[in-house]
């Protein structure tokens, strides 16, 4: 039997990264994710890491790019409103195509909002979340295995396809305990000759550089960017389903949400409906396929969020409009209870 140890969703983050092989860490503490950057300031300079607590998150963010362009496996953490002001860097880190990690524990906004949980982040991630033509693989754990799992599998999609992977968590997950296991982690390697490691005199300069002044070569830039995102739309997709073989009635839920959503589906299976659940665990690329099948099955589609609603517009997107789509949500940093999603699967149920 694997080994499995009592750990918070924060420190199995970090403690993941370190055996991912990260050993550089910027940050900047911000509630609710703040054990990340604590674990790293304990462990790293043990294991001859480098932490290093900015000044700023727009100097971590920066720092973070700076360490990516040597090849190095690299991260930084944050929250919300932290998220915001590594918006630039997220953008330079992406148009100079390196390899990062970026998490981000969610709290409620705008603004400062509150610390609670909430999953208000969903467009900043998955729509780019800084400036210009971009996308991030965008990872979300449901569980305080998922915060370790998907931790080792964003560091090794980062470094296959040369981009920012995000693990977009909540504060709950963030704070909860489970027992949990490291021994299934699969760690790849890839090839670095992009990587600005010194020439010795034996190779040609590397350049990292995200700067095009001419107009055409900048245009060329991004259709080669997106033909690499194609491949990852194709191939990385990640999803879970739950009870959908007979479903009428289609759950949409991520994160701590899709707990809560799957224990109602499980209550409204008790009382006849023939509900299902579907999970994205990559939220970018989006399970697009897996929704699209559903809608040529069920009648009607719940989308459960930490929001104002704002997954239910892919999953709308997904399902070509075949069905309709609900919104059962709380926001400000309140969850879900199981009974406010079941309430909106009878109501649904009442529209098949």
Not at 159 to 183: V, W
Not at 191 to 205: N, Y
């Amino acid at each position: 039997m694997a080994e499995r140890v009592l750990m918070k969703g924060n420190e199995a983050i970090a403690e993941a990264a370190i055996r991912a092989g990260c050993r550089h860490y910027f940050g900047y503490p911000i509630t609710p994710q703040t054990e990340i950057a604590a674990y790293m300031a304990k462990k790293m300079p043990k294991i001859g890491g480098v932490f290093l607590q900015a000044e700023s998150e727009i100097a971590s963010i920066n720092m973070v790019y700076g360490a990516a362009a040597t090849g190095c496996r690299v991260m930084t953490s944050s929250s919300s409103p932290g998220i915001s002001l590594k918006a630039e860097g997220l953008s330079y880190i992406a148009g100079s195509d390196v390899p990062a990690l970026v998490v981000n524990v969610q709290r409620g906004g705008p603004g400062l909002g509150g610390i609670q949980p909430s999953q208000s982040d969903y467009f900043q991630a998955t729509k780019g979340g800084g400036h210009g033509d971009y996308r991030m693989i965008v990872l979300a754990p449901a569980s305080v295995q998922e915060m370790a799992s998907l931790t080792i599998k964003g560091f090794n999609l980062a470094d296959k396809y040369r981009m920012t992977s995000m693990i977009l968590a909540d504060g709950t997950i963030g704070q909860m305990m489970e027992p949990i296991s490291f021994e299934d982690a699969e760690i790849e390697t890839y090839e670095k000759p992009w990587a600005l490691t010194g020439t010795e005199g034996k190779r040609a300069h590397n350049i990292v550089n995200s700067l095009y002044l001419q107009p055409d070569a900048l245009e060329k830039t991004n259709f080669e960017r997106y033909e690499r995102y194609k491949l990852i739309e194709e191939n990385e997709p990640m999803w879970e389903e739950y009870m959908m073989d007979d479903a009428e009635v289609c759950v949409v839920a991520f994160g701590i949400a899709s707990r809560v959503a799957k224990n109602a589906v499980v209550a409204a299976r008790a009382e006849g409906i023939k509900v299902g659940l579907i999970r994205p665990i990559t939220l970018w690329p989006f399970p697009t396929k897996a929704l699209r099948a559903a809608a040529d099955k069920v009648k009607q589609f719940i989308s459960v969020e930490l929001n104002m609603g704002q997954m239910i517009e892919d999953v709308r997107l997904a399902t070509e409009c075949k069905r309709p789509v609900s919104l059962c949500n709380r926001t400000g940093g309140m969850i879900p209870s199981p009974e406010q999603v079941l309430e909106s699967i009878r109501q649904a149920q009442k529209g098949v």
